[in-house]
C-alpha cells in the first residue's frame, strides 16, 4: 500500500532482502490444511519493497509493502517433499479501492496471470489468494510480481502444501440406485461400469477422501452410444456443483471420454453423486478420478440484473451485466430453467423455440478459459406473446399514388398482415412534406385508408424518399430542418415508425447521409420510443462502399438506429438465385453493422432487416421467385433480423389486361402469394 506520508520517501531506491527461509518455516495445525508449511513474506527475497509493521493483524514479525511500480516483486523458496501439484495461498491485504494484480511464476514458468489481488476493505484487513501449481521435488521458488504502477499489495505469507496424487473411484464399487454393473463393452476400468436404467433420478454416488478442504478436479470417464447427449447434476456433499453437466455421444459404447469439472471438497469424508435429468438416465459411467486442481482455480463471480429485453411468439431476448474473473470470463452459458440453452461470449442473447404464451425463467452462469464456472445469475421471468401473426417486421410497401393500389383492409382480410409501409412521403419543393410531393399531408385519401387500417387493428410506416421525385434531405438544408419535416409527419399521424428509403441523388451526397443521420438523432430525441429505418440499396456482398460510409457515419455520430434494411435485388442476380444471394448480402451486412457498432450477433441480428422485389425486378436478368421468398423466411427466422419486407403489395398478383410492371409480378401466382410467405414470419 502507500500512504500519502510514506509514499515520497522512496521514489526510485531498490530494496533487496534475503531470509533465512528453512529456520522461519511454521507448520499450520489447522485440520483444514495440516499439511501446508507457511513462509513469511518478510523472509522472503524482496524486490523493490520493504519489511512493515504498521498495520494490524500480520503474522509473523510483519509483511511486505511492495514499491508502486511494475515489476516489484517477492520470491519464496519452498521445499517440496515430491513431485506433484501444490497449493499456494497468498494472504494480503489491499486498503486501495483498485485490484493490484500480480504474475504469479513456479521455477520462472507463468502460472497465474495477472492474478487479482482486489480491496480487503482496509490495510488491516487481510485475505488469501489461492492457486494450484505443479512443482518439482526439492526446491522451488515462487514469485509474485505487480504488473501495474500500483505495485502489489501487503504480502502477509505464503502458505505451500503439495496435494495427494491422483486416486480413482470405480462406479462399480460405488453406491448405485436404479442402475447395474455391467461387463458388455469394451474399454472399461476396474471390472466393470455402471449401466444407469433409463429414468430421471438414476444416480451413482462415489464416497472420496480428501486429505485437505480445497479445490479438486473431478473426470467422470462414461460412454455414450446414443446420439443424444445424457446430462447429469454433480453434487459434491448435497450440494449442486455441474448442473446438467452434458455427457455427450462418445461415438459408440466401447468409446470413453472423460467428462471434468472442478468443485470444492471438505477435508475428510466427501459424497460426489451423478445423477440423471431426463428420461433417457445417465451415460455408462466406468469411474471417478480425483486430483488437485492445477492452474486458475478461481470461477469467476456471478453475472448480476440478468434481465429480459424483449419477447415475441416464440423468442425471450435477454442481456445482463457482465461477470469478472481474476484472469477473464470467455463465456456465458444461458439455461432455460435447469437445461443449458446455449452458449455466448457477449452479455445478451435471444433464445428461440419457445411456445407461445407461455412464462419461462433464465439464469446464466460465466465462464473462464480454465473451465471454472460461477454461481448462478439472478432468475429472470419472461412470458412470450400470443402467436397472433405478422408484427411490424413485416411491413410491405404499399404505393397509394399509382400501380392500381389495393384496398390495404382486403390485403388485411386476405393475409393476415397488420403493418404497411406507406409510400412515399417527398419535397413539395421546398422543405414541407407531402404524399408523392403532391397531395395533401393530412385531409386526404391517403388519412383515409391510414384511418381504415388502424381501425382494423393495424398500423402504418411511413416511407420517405424512394427512388423519384424530390426528397426533403436535399430540399432541407439543414439537420434541425430535415427533422422539422419529419417531425410534422410523426406528429400527424402519431407515427411509432418511420423509414427513411435513402436512394438516388440523396443516396450520393455524404452531406445529405449526414444531414439525414443527424436529423434522425433530433427525432430520437424528441421521440423516447419511435423506431428509425434506414433503407438503401446493395451489392450481392453486402452494402457497397457508400453503404458501408453510412452505417459508419451513423456509428460515429452516435445514432441508435433501431433497423439498418438493404434491398437486394437491382444487383446483378439471376433468375433462380436470388434468395440465395439476399442471404449473402445480409450476412455481409450484419458483419459491417457488428463492426460499427459493437453489437453481439444477436443484436445485431435484432438491428438489420431486408426489402426485397416480387417477380421480375427492374433488371431483365432478376426474377424474385416465391421460392426465393422462402428462403429468406427461413433466414429470418434463424437469425430473428428485424425487417423482412418487400417493394411491393402493389405487384403482388399476376399481370392481367390493364396492369402494368408496377402493378404487377411478371410471373404466374395468385394474389399475395409473396405476401402469404413473409406472414408466416412472427419475429
Same mark, same amino acid.
Request: aromatic share 6%.
Given at each position: 500500500m502507500r500512504l500519502s506520508g510514506l509514499s515520497s520517501r522512496r521514489l526510485a531506491v531498490t530494496v533487496l532482502c534475503v531470509?533465512?527461509?528453512?529456520?522461519?518455516?511454521?507448520?499450520?495445525?489447522?485440520?483444514?490444511?495440516?499439511?501446508?508449511?507457511?513462509?513469511?513474506?518478510?523472509?522472503?527475497?524482496?524486490?523493490?519493497?520493504?519489511?512493515?509493521?504498521?498495520?494490524?493483524?500480520? @503474522?509473523?514479525?510483519?509483511?511486505?509493502?511492495?514499491?508502486?511500480?511494475?515489476?516489484?516483486?517477492?520470491?519464496?523458496?519452498?521445499?517440496?517433499?515430491?513431485?506433484?501439484?501444490?497449493?499456494?495461498?497468498?494472504?494480503?491485504?489491499?486498503?486501495?479501492?483498485?485490484?493490484?494484480?500480480?504474475? %504469479?511464476?513456479?521455477?520462472?514458468?507463468?502460472?497465474?496471470?495477472?492474478?487479482?489481488?482486489?480491496?480487503?476493505?482496509?490495510?488491516?484487513?487481510?485475505?488469501?489468494?489461492?492457486?494450484?501449481?505443479?512443482?518439482?521435488?526439492?526446491?522451488?521458488t515462487i514469485r509474485a510480481t505487480a504488473t501495474t504502477v500500483n505495485g502489489g499489495p501487503n504480502v502477509d505469507f505464503l502458505d505451500f502444501e503439495v496435494l495427494p496424487p491422483v486416486s480413482d473411484y470405480q462406479a462399480e464399487d460405488a453406491t448405485i440406485s436404479q442402475g447395474t454393473v455391467a461387463t458388455n463393452h469394451l474399454g472399461y476400468t476396474g471390472t466393470g461400469f455402471v449401466d444407469y436404467t433409463n429414468v430421471v433420478g438414476s444416480y451413482v454416488e462415489f464416497s472420496v477422501t480428501a486429505a485437505a478442504a480445497g479445490p479438486m478436479r473431478l473426470e467422470?470417464?462414461?460412454?455414450?452410444? @446414443?446420439?443424444?447427449?445424457?446430462?447429469?447434476?454433480?453434487t459434491v456433499n448435497g450440494m449442486l456443483a455441474a448442473d446438467e453437466l452434458a455427457f455427450n455421444p462418445t461415438g459408440s459404447?466401447?468409446?470413453?471420454?472423460?467428462?471434468?469439472?472442478?468443485?470444492?471438497?471438505?477435508?475428510?469424508?466427501?459424497?460426489?453423486?451423478?445423477?440423471?435429468?431426463?428420461?433417457?438416465?445417465?451415460?455408462?459411467?466406468?469411474?471417478?478420478?480425483?486430483?488437485?486442481?492445477?492452474?486458475?482455480?478461481?470461477?469467476?463471480?456471478?453475472?448480476?440484473?440478468?434481465?429480459?429485453?424483449?419477447?415475441?411468439?416464440?423468442?425471450v431476448s435477454l442481456a445482463w451485466d457482465a461477470a469478472t474473473d481474476n484472469v477473464g470470463v470467455t463465456g456465458y452459458d444461458v439455461y432455460t430453467g435447469g437445461t443449458l440453452t446455449k452458449t455466448v461470449t457477449g452479455t445478451?442473447?435471444?433464445?428461440?423455440?419457445?411456445?407461445?404464451?407461455?412464462?419461462?425463467?433464465?439464469?446464466?452462469?460465466?465462464?473462464?478459459?480454465?473451465?471454472?464456472? @460461477?454461481?448462478?445469475?439472478?432468475?429472470?421471468?419472461?412470458?412470450?406473446?400470443?402467436?397472433?401473426?405478422?408484427?411490424m417486421a413485416v411491413a410491405p410497401y404499399e404505393y397509394f399514388g399509382w400501380g392500381s393500389p389495393p384496398s390495404p383492409t382486403s390485403v388485411m382480410s386476405a393475409t393476415g398482415v397488420k403493418w404497411f409501409t406507406l409510400a412515399f412521403m417527398l419535397s413539395d419543393g421546398t422543405c414541407n412534406p407531402k404524399w408523392d410531393g403532391s397531395r395533401p399531408l393530412t385531409g386526404g385519401d391517403d388519412q383515409n385508408k391510414i384511418n381504415a387500417i388502424r381501425a382494423a387493428g393495424g398500423d402504418v410506416i411511413v416511407s420517405f424518399g424512394g427512388w423519384s421525385g424530390n426528397k426533403l434531405g436535399e430540399f432541407c438544408t439543414s439537420a434541425s430542418a430535415l427533422a422539422g419535416a419529419y417531425q410534422k409527419v410523426i406528429s400527424a399521424y402519431a407515427l411509432k415508425v418511420i423509414d427513411i428509403d435513402i436512394e438516388n441523388t440523396e443516396w450520393g451526397s455524404a452531406t445529405v447521409r449526414q444531414r439525414v443521420i443527424d436529423a434522425l438523432k433530433i427525432i430520437k430525441?424528441?421521440?423516447?420510443?419511435?423506431?428509425?429505418?434506414?433503407?438503401?440499396?446493395?451489392?450481392?456482398?453486402?452494402?457497397?462502399?457508400?453503404?458501408?460510409?453510412?452505417?459508419?457515419?451513423?456509428?460515429?455520430?452516435?445514432?441508435?438506429?433501431?433497423?439498418?434494411?438493404?434491398?437486394?435485388?437491382?444487383?446483378?442476380?439471376?433468375?433462380?438465385?436470388?434468395?440465395?444471394?439476399?442471404?449473402?448480402?445480409?450476412?455481409?451486412?450484419?458483419?459491417r453493422v457488428k463492426a460499427a457498432y459493437g453489437y453481439s450477433d444477436a443484436t445485431t441480428y435484432a438491428h438489420i432487416?431486408?426489402?426485397?422485389?416480387?417477380?421480375?425486378?427492374?433488371?431483365?436478368?432478376?426474377?424474385?421467385? %416465391?421460392?426465393?421468398?422462402?428462403?429468406?423466411?427461413?433466414?429470418?427466422?434463424?437469425?430473428?433480423?428485424?425487417?423482412?419486407?418487400?417493394?411491393s403489395v402493389n405487384r403482388d398478383r399476376q399481370c392481367a389486361s390493364g396492369l402494368d410492371a408496377d402493378s404487377c409480378s411478371g410471373v404466374t401466382q395468385q394474389q399475395y402469394d409473396y405476401l402469404k410467405v413473409f406472414v408466416q414470419y412472427t419475429g
Open positions: 531470509g533465512l527461509l528453512g529456520a522461519v518455516s511454521v507448520p499450520l495445525m489447522s485440520p483444514a490444511s495440516a499439511a501446508a508449511t507457511r513462509y513469511e513474506a518478510e523472509n522472503a527475497t524482496i524486490s523493490q519493497g520493504v519489511v512493515e509493521s504498521n498495520h494490524l493483524n500480520f @503474522s509473523g514479525t510483519g509483511f511486505v509493502n511492495y514499491d508502486n511500480l511494475v515489476g516489484s516483486y517477492v520470491e519464496w523458496t519452498v521445499t517440496a517433499a515430491e513431485a506433484g501439484t501444490a497449493r499456494l495461498a497468498l494472504r494480503h491485504s489491499n486498503g486501495s479501492t483498485a485490484n493490484r494484480p500480480m504474475d %504469479i511464476t513456479v521455477n520462472g514458468m507463468l502460472v497465474a496471470d495477472e492474478l487479482a489481488f482486489n480491496p480487503t476493505g482496509s490495510w488491516d484487513t487481510w485475505a488469501t489468494v489461492t492457486v494450484n501449481a505443479a512443482v518439482t521435488a526439492g526446491t522451488n467422470f470417464r462414461h460412454a455414450n452410444g @446414443s446420439t443424444v447427449n445424457r446430462p447429469m447434476d454433480i459404447w466401447d468409446t470413453w471420454a472423460d467428462v471434468t469439472i472442478t468443485a470444492t471438497l471438505a477435508a475428510g469424508a466427501n459424497t460426489v453423486r451423478a445423477t440423471a435429468t431426463t428420461a433417457n438416465g445417465g451415460p455408462n459411467l466406468d469411474r471417478l478420478r480425483v486430483s488437485a486442481a492445477s492452474g486458475d482455480i478461481q470461477p469467476p463471480t456471478a453475472p448480476t440484473n440478468l434481465r429480459s429485453t424483449g419477447v415475441t411468439s416464440s423468442s445478451s442473447t435471444t433464445v428461440t423455440g419457445l411456445a407461445p404464451s407461455t412464462s419461462y425463467t433464465f439464469t446464466v452462469k460465466a465462464r473462464d478459459a480454465a473451465g471454472n464456472a @460461477s454461481p448462478a445469475s439472478n432468475a429472470a421471468t419472461a412470458t412470450t406473446s400470443g402467436a397472433t401473426g405478422p408484427g430525441t424528441n421521440n423516447p420510443g419511435i423506431k428509425t429505418i434506414i433503407t438503401f440499396g446493395t451489392a450481392t456482398s453486402g452494402p457497397d462502399s457508400t453503404g458501408v460510409d453510412m452505417i459508419n457515419r451513423g456509428a460515429s455520430s452516435g445514432l441508435a438506429n433501431d433497423i439498418w434494411c438493404i434491398m437486394p435485388f437491382d444487383f446483378g442476380g439471376g433468375s433462380t438465385n436470388m434468395g440465395t444471394l439476399t442471404v449473402q448480402a445480409m450476412e455481409g451486412l450484419k458483419s432487416g431486408l426489402s426485397s422485389m416480387n417477380g421480375k425486378t427492374d433488371v431483365a436478368s432478376e426474377l424474385v421467385r %416465391i421460392a426465393d421468398f422462402q428462403t429468406m423466411l427461413s433466414y429470418a427466422q434463424q437469425h430473428h433480423i428485424a425487417r423482412l419486407t418487400y417493394w
